[in-house]
């Protein structure tokens, strides 16, 4: 055969999938309305160009925009490349822009397209383009958002496919923009007075960047590779340069130099720090004025007197291409979500200005005033020409400074700083002499590679009618591309394509001059192109294609290309195929060729003719036909079937690439011929392809001649059949002489030449007997792949066994095993033949033919030095690997044998326990081939994989092996497809880590192990999303409300499931609601005396009224506690505000009772701090991670005014849970000016609390402008009301929490001193300002104890002391000396301190500065005075907050019992009067009233130490001592009826110390919902006739709320931040009436809140997800007061404080348990418990919930024990869907288990079920496959029915595996995954079987091995199979020889590598004696 074979020019593929082509988008507009009406509406008054005479103008301006729309058609297709992965949704997009119209739709092959998204703009379209944005995250990770950009005249509107828009200004006319990596680029139009504009020496630059639409339009910078000066950095400012081309990958774009002729490859990037400062060095003229602002001025000036009449308006050709080059370089579309935050204001206004298109329109007429520059914050360029209704890309920043007049700007404007720079790759050489024609702009260009990966940049020049293709090679850097070589091939058309998209094949279609398409791959030309339908116009066998000079159109405009599709689409169909001189583009120098190329063609009338390609996607085209028509066609794949493709990849991978690059050439020819197969004999087809180019004749080979084939061979003969056409044509000529057996007749002489005759005898041998032994058939040596053959045969030996590893693809194998057995013939390599036939026994013992091998010729093969006389063998490698033997490294190939790789190291790592294996010693189990062209082209990809791989401390081997192989991407899928032999180590390793997962894992490793809770929670989900995702996850809807006025109460949105799981016994939940409830008219029940008239009667109903509203007044604070964080917002909707209900109902008749009847006097303002509170809770419910903005903020605001106080509360709730942050500055602002106090308040104190210790700068001004301490002494007095200066002072402190700041620290301190002043300010409620300075001083110097830095000269203990002991004032230091000069003429105070002012915020400012500091010598100052003279200087509550304060700094010496209580009253009131001192009894009697008060004010504030001490900790200790003291309290209270007491102590005092205790209790036990606290509040909520005042129900609901916070889920932390908070919130001075903010701030009792943290964990059952209970258990960590402990917990349950924890753990036997390892990090238990606690937990098979089986007495294991048997026999198949939700397992059982009629063989249920319940009871439901393959295979064994022996290699890995957990001993076979009976009686059968066949057959086994041919029956097939299972190496006789004794034979054994136990077996047979038995025992004792 000669080499005319391998000439690919005579072929012919034949395309496929004809359809014609409309492009969709037409389609969609015909029926869209168009836009006129709006075009009439917007552009009336702009255009100059209609008449104003009413219907006559109309019709004209219609018809003028249909007849441009027509012109301005114009599309672009690419790949789809949104929605599902691209494997799975392969389809195609459009763009389609016509008039003022742009459609975006999507369609496939399968289903039909649709519009995406449509939109309509102002201005006629320019150009619509995708486009990728790239922002930078927080986190510096890039975020990319898909737009579509639209280019009007004068904007760019962008739109993202998220939903947002942008409109960027154009400040030039642009001609072109292009989508780029980073962004657009712009190129700025050229006008006509252009050229006179340029200032001297400096040009304007012509390219601009955008890199996000609301960044500045930026100049590009370009750097040109010259060798003189390669440091000039310039703009690109030449104007004769043309952008033609971008690409993002790589990062190019391709230019034309106009003046050239010449097309310039640059790289595009980011500028960098050295070149812009280059370009904005840019020098002064002597006149000083820099000479980039000249430019701009002229650009500026330029700008405004250019005429709008050549707007895009006036002429049809403004419509410029983008050349769009493949669709691949426009799938990453980018935008930025975030940045659109920060457009400016101003920007925003102009762009919804309503008068914008008048002011367009009158900017047209030359208005120098209506073009005067405007700026506005973002956008420094001229935007006010311009109908800002659309988004562009052109910067006018033509110079370094912003293109401003000097009248409008001063000049110190910075300069526009470049983005981008594009560095000069490649240029092309001009060829000498002036006689050749310039080349015109390129029409086309893109990227392209071919088979063997190299990459080619082609442009298509239409004047020299060539495709030239630039071969580059990214260089090491990758930023760097090397250009080494340039190709022309002839073409009139061209596009590229891909042809295998799994592999990436590209290829590009050629469309010749003389009208052929031709197929290329990179520069090399694989085949002609038919298409069906279409006659092609020439065929010609020679390979020189017609040269034709005269182009059709060299028209110079830039994107000339899409100019010429435009016309050709639009046109009318001309009479002649030349495009319509009508609408041709009104080019600078068209030029008609009359004479047409066509001309010569004959038949040129009769047949549509070829004119363009264009739209490429993927392998489909369109085809421009003459006449407009168009046609898409699909290119054929390179192969179809997965075992054709892989083995196409593996010999891409090993052979040279010319050698490849024939092989896919040739074989794409024949596979694709017209008319070619179909892909069922695609296999077949490929097997006699690769054969022949092997050398072989595959006609004369038995096998290969009677593959089917359902079309013959020659592709001559198959083109006829597709085509009935009787009229012959030139084709018919070109088809025979292309035809092989053309070929074969042309070939017959020479190798007649040889040994004709030979040939001639063999064939008719052949034809005789097709197998006789006499005829040996030839490789022919001269075909192309003859040298290759060994190595070739080599990776698809490899690839053999790749294809054993999964069992989807197994059934490939036995089709190349054929392939594979006769090439191992015919290198002689016997050990190969033998491992085929174990492998397919029955298969290979029909083939037995070989051909020989001249030597002669035997040299020119190249036998690789890897290919090894040994075969690989996969499963004997794992093997011998299970069996512990060493290995050598096994062989494969990188990129095609993955899971030959996957599974070896795996291996490598679990078995031989190398935990190296995966990462540094790979290289000792793998052996990596390396040959051809893809040796470093895998590389990256390998590294890559690795580098996922997480590291690992002592984790075991297990753990690894799971970790690796999720990072592999190998997922339990894929580990079905596993060999169940092969499997099993896997699956052991998996199923030891299911018990005890890390809880750190990625999603993808919970996966792999089956742990679906933790991959649940890895997805981070919270329980309440909202009320509408809720029910599609959660299912955790709130209650259904029973009465129409119930949901309105706010406390609805409590989660009823979990509080229905923590308090399941009773209805506490209902009753909180029904005491918190505020919102409905309360009970007034007066019984009405006889004597009282009817009138007193009211009043007196009244009067009873305004006591219970002092009750309901104070109700809000607790509710906000109690429904904290539990709502998630709707946006559309305001948040739902409870009201606030004052009016009663009076029994019997329930009449309304009103406080405004006017019977009785009510306070002024009553309700005003009420409904502030109110506002608070309702804002409050807003959980912290809600979606919530500022609009939604603003949105809330009301309409009336009396509602004021609840939106202030509102904000201050806001700030408490964070969203504040999101408030725009400007509405801040705004609520501010209004001057309304409560706003005020809420708002510093919100924005405070959510900027907590942040120092931030904007707040402190904010702060520091209400502060007159904070304010420079000159400063204006501002009139700021009291109560804002409060909070203003505390909100300082919130933001400074902890920073020990010295500025504020120092004014803080004096300002707790604060004298009043001489007019009257300063001197009501001075109390509660001292006391808020001394809180924030507190808290700047969080417990920072005696470590302030940089404060010893403010001694701020020393002065804090005298503030609260008093003593003489201090002069005033620093600024506010001033202020304090003139002393009050009010307030006498003398110069003495008042401490009744001073002394709380002092005492609590020292107690916070040294919060837990254990510092004694503080602590003593606190203490109370030990006589009773100082005793009588201090007020009683003054002891409270004294002992306190010092109980809180002596932190660790707080113990919880009644004696540490009692000890911190002096001795003093302990002990007993001594009678012999002389007091009389009327000092007796007020010592005694004082020292109980003093008493129990101590006792009161120790409680309160010891409740914070414990705060959240449910410590029993605790509870039950201030219990006790409750206890105590309660009966010296009136209604214990010892008025004695009473007298004694005062009621107030009494209950605001009972209070305080409460609120002890309730912050102990807070989220508990603990009963007895439960039964004090309520007992207390009864009591509201006497003194019980506004102030004691806010302390009794408080603790209620307290005692439910947040519905359960909260808890209080005991940070010192915590206490912080609760110290400002809980201030034991509550407020006396519902207006009283004298000694403390009402607004600071919701700061509680900052103390709450979420500690309740709910288990989910992650199958049902329900929230469910689940037993925890909880490990302490050592303290000193206590050693390690474990308590177990019934969850959902409130946790300790987690730094006080080491682990979490969820415990069986219920649930798979779960470790939550506190020691390491607390950080994933915290996101966790963020997420409303949900920890997922899985329900392990066989058990029951704790809710449907308290006690766990209905498992399924415990049926066995009841029953007392065996539990396989007690167990029921029906049973089984109660114990699992696997539908697997419940159709199993539903199928296989139950005894039926039809199910006759009982044996067989029996064994099912034993099974199911095996899997079920063991917990490893996936190991049922496994179980039923090993009992089939078994099966078949003994049934003799086996055709392979796969079954069996996998029983031996099963066995090898047991085998080797057995000899570690029983202490290791726990783990082992195959626990029961089961493996050692199937053990057992195969034992027996094969032994038994042995006994009949020892014979044939003796011939194998003395290699005697063996027989083709059922023997060779169990022969095989003992061979297998046995582990008998393929050994020639030679050893055995010597063997006469069993000695000898065990010698020889260790080099057999054959298992003792098997030897035994095989004794017999080699010695020579019959008997099975040896040396007396018998064989079954050495069996297992």
Not at 1397 to 1422: E, F, H, Q
Not at 1523 to 1532: C, G, I, P, Q, V
Not at 1571 to 1581: D, G
């Amino acid at each position: 055969m000669s080499e005319v074979v391998y000439e690919e020019t005579a072929t012919m593929i034949a395309a496929g999938e004809l359809q014609s082509f409309v492009p969709f988008g037409r389609e969609h507009c015909r029926n869209h309305p168009n836009a006129f009406n709006l075009q009439l509406r917007e552009l009336q008054p702009a255009s100059e160009l209609w008449s104003s005479d009413g219907a006559a103008g109309l019709v004209g301006s219609l018809q003028e925009v249909s007849l441009q729309e027509r012109e301005r058609e114009w599309w672009q297709l690419r790949k789809g490349c949104t929605g599902v992965k691209e494997e799975e949704v392969m389809f195609e997009e459009e763009l389609y822009a016509a008039g003022n119209v742009v459609v975006w739709s999507q369609g496939s092959r399968t289903q039909a397209s649709s519009v995406y998204k449509a939109f309509t703009v102002d201005s006629p379209v320019q150009q619509a383009l995708w486009c990728n944005f790239a922002v930078l995250q927080n986190n510096n990770d890039e975020e990319v958002e898909q737009t579509i950009c639209i280019v009007q005249s004068s904007c760019i509107n962008v739109h993202t496919v998220t939903g947002k828009d942008f409109i960027s200004p154009l400040p030039f006319q642009v001609s072109n923009v292009w989508a780029t990596k980073f962004g657009l680029l712009l190129e700025r139009k050229i006008s006509a007075n252009d050229t006179q504009l340029n200032p001297p020496g400096e040009p304007l630059p012509m390219v601009f960047s955008m890199l996000h639409p609301l960044d500045e339009i930026a100049p590009l910078v370009s750097k040109p590779s010259s060798q003189f000066d390669s440091s000039t950095v310039h703009y690109m400012s030449d104007s004769t340069m043309k952008i033609v081309f971008t690409c993002c990958q790589p990062s190019i774009l391709v230019s034309y130099d106009t003046v050239q002729g010449t097309h310039t490859v640059w790289a595009l990037r980011k500028v960098t720090h050295d070149e812009c400062s280059t370009v904005l060095r840019y020098p002064t003229e002597p006149v000083g004025k820099p000479l980039g602002l000249m430019a701009s001025n002229f650009l500026t000036s330029h700008l405004r007197n250019i005429s709008r009449l050549d707007s895009p308006g006036g002429s049809g050709t403004e419509l410029k291409s983008c050349a769009l080059s493949s669709p691949k370089h426009y799938n990453v579309l980018r935008s930025n979500p975030n940045r659109a935050v920060t457009s400016s204001p101003g920007a925003h206004s102009r762009v919804h200005s309503p008068n914008i298109s008048n002011m367009a329109a009158l900017s047209r007429a030359h208005s120098p005033g209506m073009a005067a520059p405007s700026f506005s914050g973002a956008s420094r360029f001229n935007t006010s020409f311009h109908s800002p209704s659309s988004r562009g890309h052109h910067g006018l920043l033509s110079s370094p400074n912003s293109t401003v007049n000097e009248t409008v700007l001063p000049p110190e404007m910075e300069p526009i700083v470049p983005d981008l720079c594009v560095e000069q790759l490649w240029t092309e050489t001009v060829a000498a002499g002036c006689h050749r024609e310039m080349s015109s702009q390129a029409s086309k260009v893109f990227i392209t590679s071919d088979l063997c990966e190299n990459r080619y940049l082609c442009f298509l020049v239409e004047s020299h009618q060539q495709l030239r293709c630039v071969k580059f090679i990214e260089s090491n850097e990758s930023s760097q591309l090397i250009f080494p070589s340039v190709t022309t091939i002839s073409a009139k058309d061209a596009a590229p394509l891909q042809i295998s998209a799994r592999q990436n094949i590209d290829a590009m279609l050629v469309l010749e001059a003389c009208g052929s398409l031709v197929l290329y791959t990179g520069i090399t030309r694989v085949s002609k192109v038919f298409v069906p339908g279409l006659l092609s116009p020439s065929f010609s066998l020679s390979n020189q294609r017609p040269q034709i000079s005269t182009p059709v159109e060299s028209v110079s405009t830039p994107a000339n290309g899409v100019n010429r599709h435009i016309q050709r689409l639009s046109e009318v169909p001309a009479q002649d195929f030349m495009p319509s001189p009508v609408s041709e583009p009104k080019g600078l120098n068209n030029k008609h060729h009359e004479a047409s190329f066509f001309e010569d063609h004959i038949f040129q009338q009769a047949t549509p003719c070829i004119h363009g390609l264009r739209d490429p996607v993927c392998n489909r085209v369109t085809l421009e036909l003459g006449g407009g028509a168009m046609l898409r066609i699909s290119v054929p794949e390179v192969a179809t079937s997965e075992l054709v493709q892989k083995c196409l990849q593996a010999i891409r991978f090993i052979l040279p690439k010319d050698a490849a690059m024939k092989v896919l050439v040739k074989w794409y020819n024949i596979y694709n011929a017209p008319g070619g197969s179909s892909a069922h004999a695609e296999w077949s087809l490929f097997v006699t392809c690769f054969m022949t180019l092997m050398g072989y004749n595959t006609e004369r080979l038995a096998w290969t001649r009677h593959l089917h084939f359902e079309v013959p061979l020659s592709p001559v003969i198959a083109a006829k059949k597709a085509r009935h056409s009787a009229q012959g044509s030139e084709e018919d000529w070109d088809y025979l002489l292309a035809s092989r057996y053309h070929r074969q007749i042309i070939s017959q002489p020479v190798c007649a030449s040889v040994e004709s005759s030979d040939i001639v005898a063999t064939e008719m041998g052949d034809l005789s007997s097709a197998s006789s032994p006499g005829s040996s058939l030839k490789l022919e040596s001269s075909a192309p792949l003859f040298p290759h053959i060994p190595a070739l045969f080599y990776v698809l030996h490899l690839l053999y066994q790749e294809l054993q590893l999964d069992e989807l693809h197994r059934a490939k194998a036995s089709s190349l095993v054929c392939v594979l057995q006769q090439l191992a013939r015919d290198l002689q390599l016997e050990e190969y033949v033998d491992l085929y036939w174990r492998d397919y026994p029955s298969v290979m013992s029909g083939f037995s033919k070989c051909c020989s091998i001249d030597h002669a010729v035997i040299e020119q093969m190249q036998r690789p030095s890897f290919l090894l006389s040994k075969p690989p063998c996969v499963f004997s490698w794992l093997s011998s690997c299970l069996r512990g033997d060493e290995n050598t490294p096994f062989p494969y190939l990188p990129a095609i044998c993955q899971r030959t790789r996957l599974l070896v190291l795996s291996y490598a790592l679990y078995i031989f326990g190398d935990d190296k294996a995966t990462s540094s010693s790979e290289s000792k189990y793998l052996f990596k081939l390396s040959a051809g062209q893809k040796s470093c082209a895998s590389e990256p990809y390998l590294r890559r994989q690795s580098s996922v791989k997480v590291r690992f401390s002592s984790a075991s081997l297990a753990e690894q092996l799971v970790v690796w192989l999720a990072s592999q991407g190998f997922t339990l899928k894929d580990l079905e497809s596993v060999p169940f032999g092969v499997a099993l180590p896997i699956r052991e390793a998996i199923y030891r880590c299911r018990e005890q997962p890390c809880s750190d894992w990625s999603e993808e490793v919970c996966l792999l192990i089956g742990r679906q809770d933790l991959t649940k929670q890895a997805h981070k989900m919270t329980l309440a999303k909202s009320k509408a995702s809720v029910s599609s996850g959660l299912s955790l809807e709130p209650p259904v409300a029973t009465e129409p006025d119930e949901e309105e109460d706010g406390m609805s949105d409590i989660i009823q499931e979990v509080t229905g799981l923590i308090w399941s016994q009773d209805l506490r939940i209902q009753e909180v609601r029904r005491l918190l409830r505020s919102s409905g008219p309360v009970r007034v029940s007066v019984v009405q005396l006889p004597e009282v008239s009817d009138h007193e009667y009211i009043e007196e109903k009244e009067n009873k009224l305004l006591q219970l509203c002092q009750r309901t007044m104070a109700l809000p604070v607790g509710r906000g506690l109690f429904t904290l964080f539990s709502y998630h917002p709707v946006l559309t909707e305001p948040l739902p505000v409870p009201k606030l209900n004052l009016t009663g109902r009076a029994p019997p008749r329930n009449t309304m009772v009103d406080l405004n009847s006017g019977n009785i006097d009510v306070p002024p303002n009553m309700t005003s701090w009420p409904s502030f509170h109110n506002g608070v809770a309702a804002g409050l419910k807003i959980a912290p991670a809600s979606q919530v903005d500022s609009a939604w903020i603003a949105y809330n605001k009301p309409k009336s005014p009396e509602l004021a106080n609840e939106y202030a509360g509102f904000l201050m709730a806001l700030g408490l849970n964070g969203h504040l942050t999101k408030l725009a500055t400007l509405n801040i602002h705004d609520y501010l000016t209004k001057g309304h106090e409560m706003t005020s308040v809420g708002l510093l104190l919100g924005v405070s609390s959510a900027k907590l210790g942040t120092m931030d700068m904007s707040t402190t001004r904010l702060l520091s402008i209400h502060i007159p301490a904070l304010l420079p002494p000159t400063s204006t007095e501002l009139d700021v009301p009291h109560n804002v200066q409060v909070a203003a002072v505390i909100g300082v402190g919130l933001v400074y929490q902890g920073t020990g700041h010295r500025h504020n620290a120092e004014v803080l301190l004096s300002e707790i001193g604060r004298p009043p002043g001489p007019e009257m300010e300063y001197c009501t409620d001075r109390e509660s300002y001292s006391l808020a300075a001394g809180l924030a001083l507190g808290m700047v110097c969080l417990g920072h104890g005696s470590n302030l830095i940089g404060m010893t000269d403010l001694n701020v203990p020393e002065q804090l002391y005298q503030y609260m002991v008093g003593g003489h004032r201090r002069a005033q230091a620093g600024a506010n000396r001033e202020r304090h000069k003139s002393p009050s003429y009010q307030i006498k105070e003398g110069d003495t301190i008042n401490v009744d002012v001073t002394c709380p915020g002092a005492t609590l400012a020292l107690a916070m500065i040294y919060l837990k500091t254990n510092n004694r010598s503080i602590a003593d100052w606190l203490k109370p005075p030990d006589t009773w003279f100082l005793l009588d200087f201090i007020k009683p509550e003054f002891l409270l907050l004294r002992t306190l304060a010092r109980c809180i700094i002596m932190w660790d010496e707080i113990l919880p019992n009644s004696e540490w209580v009692k000890s911190n009253i002096p001795q003093i009131m302990r002990g007993n009067f001594d009678a012999s001192e002389d007091i009389n009894m009327e000092t007796m009697a007020k010592c005694d009233v004082f020292l109980s008060q003093a008493e129990d004010y101590i006792t009161a504030g120790a409680c309160m130490a010891l409740g914070l001490r414990f705060a959240g900790s449910a410590n029993s200790d605790a509870f039950d001592c201030l219990y006790e003291f409750a206890r105590t309290f309660m009966k010296m209270m009136p209604f214990a009826g010892t008025a004695a007491s009473l007298q004694q102590m005062g009621y107030y005092n009494l209950q605001t110390c009972l209070s305080m205790i409460l609120l002890a209790m309730s912050m102990v036990m807070a989220g508990t919902g603990n009963l007895k606290v439960l039964q004090l509040c309520r007992f207390f909520h009864k009591r509201t006739g006497g003194e019980m005042n506004y102030g004691f129900h806010m302390a009794h609901h408080m603790a209620l709320g307290l005692l439910f916070l947040g519905g359960g889920r909260y808890t209080i932390s005991t940070s010192n931040s915590a206490i912080a908070a609760l110290l400002c919130a809980l201030y034991p001075h509550f407020p006396a009436h519902s207006t009283d903010n004298r000694y403390h701030l009402q607004a600071l009792r919701h700061l509680v809140v900052l103390a709450a943290e979420p500690r309740l964990l709910v288990p989910v059952d992650v199958d049902s997800l329900k929230p469910c209970y689940a037993l925890l258990e909880v490990s302490y960590k050592e303290t000193k007061w206590y050693n390690e402990t474990t308590v177990e917990l019934m969850a959902p349950t409130l946790l300790p404080e987690l730094h006080l924890l080491k682990q979490v753990k969820v415990k069986g036997p219920r649930y798979w348990e779960l470790t939550l390892d506190l020691s390491k990090e607390t950080h994933h238990l915290k996101s966790i418990l963020s997420q409303d606690g949900v920890l997922y937990v899985k329900l392990r098979a066989g058990q029951l919930p704790y809710k449907d089986d308290p006690q766990g007495w209905k498992s399924l294991l415990t049926t066995a024990v009841n029953h007392r048997s065996s539990g396989v026999t007690a167990f029921k198949p029906e049973t089984i869907s109660t114990f699992t939700s696997n539908p697997a397992l419940i159709s199993f059982a539903d199928f296989f288990c139950k005894t039926s009629e039809g199910m006759k063989h009982r044996k067989d249920t029996h064994m099912f079920s034993a099974m199911l319940y095996e899997c079920v009871t063991q917990e490893c439901p996936e190991m049922l496959p496994t179980y039923i393959a090993i009992e089939q295979a078994v099966s078949a064994l003994q049934r003799g029915d086996l055709q392979q022996t796969f079954p069996l290699w996998q029983l031996r890995l099963v066995v090898d595996l047991w085998d080797s957990r057995m000899l570690r001993g029983p202490a290791n076979s726990h783990n082992t995954l195959l626990k029961s009976e089961f493996l050692p009686v199937m053990k057992n059968a195969v034992d027996v079987a094969l032994d038994g066949w042995l006994k009949d057959s020892s014979s044939v086994l003796r011939s194998y091995m003395w290699n005697q041919v063996l027989s083709k029956d059922a023997q060779s097939i169990m022969l095989a199979c003992f061979l297998v299972y046995r582990s008998v190496p393929c050994f020639r006789s030679t050893q055995l020889k010597s063997c006469s004794s069993f000695g000898d034979l065990l010698s020889c054994s260790s080099q057999l590598e054959i298992p003792l136990r098997d030897l035994l077996r095989l004794a017999p047979v080699l010695l020579g004696s019959g008997s099975p038995s040896l040396l007396g025992f018998p064989l079954q004792a050495f069996s297992s």
